[in-house]
């Protein structure tokens, strides 16, 4: 059995469940209530928090150990699909591209909630839709993060979910580019 390896620091596991709790709150509220906009403030204040610490976190935290580019997204989905993929001890790429859409997703659902609060867009129709549809894109994105952190689960043998509870993560058997990351 593979030793234990902290991966996931308290600030990082913190935001997640954070995020995740208070953005299925906001479902709750009534939009346009002062419970509504306080929690959407209190997404957008926790996503400036993850950006900062995404420069100057630690190891796994950090964008640069986890943002794929195009080609590493392509080889890695690919390997998976084969069969072939390997355990990462960060995010691998495909989740990496998942977490950036529903960061992305939630920032859009924050802006265009705020926006309806200025005087330029008070009460427009349109703005409104998009804040809602976008609302429900970010939770279908949730449900497939889920889906996926669970498949991935049982395809390593390795509890995800509770990574993100505690932090750690077992140890890589063999790790030739020294991160445990698919170069």
């Known amino acids: 059995m593979n030793a234990m390896v902290k991966v996931w620091d308290p600030l990082v596991r913190v935001f997640h469940w954070s995020l995740a709790g208070l953005f299925l709150a906001n479902f709750f509220t009534e939009d346009g209530e ?16 993850r950006f900062v610490w995404g ?8 964008f640069g150990d986890w943002v794929p580019g195009p080609r590493r997204v392509r080889d890695y989905l690919r390997a998976r699909l084969a069969g072939r993929s390997q355990r990462q001890l960060g995010h691998n790429p495909g989740a990496a591209v998942m977490i950036l859409a529903l960061l992305a997703g939630v920032l859009l659902v924050g802006v265009t909630g705020w926006l309806q609060t ?5 009460g427009a129709g349109w703005l409104e839709d ?54």
């Open 34 to 49: 002062l419970v509504h906009r306080g929690i959407g403030y209190a997404v957008l204040a926790l996503l400036a928090v």
């Open 55 to 62: 420069w100057v976190g630690t190891r796994h935290a950090r």
């Open 118 to 122: 200025t005087d330029a867009f008070f």
């Open 130 to 183: 998009l804040h809602e549809a976008l609302a429900y894109g970010v939770l279908a994105l949730v449900g497939v993060h889920v889906l996926a952190a669970v498949g991935e689960s049982v395809h390593y043998g390795e509890n995800l979910i509770a990574s993100m509870i505690h932090g750690r993560k077992r140890a890589l058997e063999h790790d030739d580019a020294g991160d445990g990351n698919l170069r």
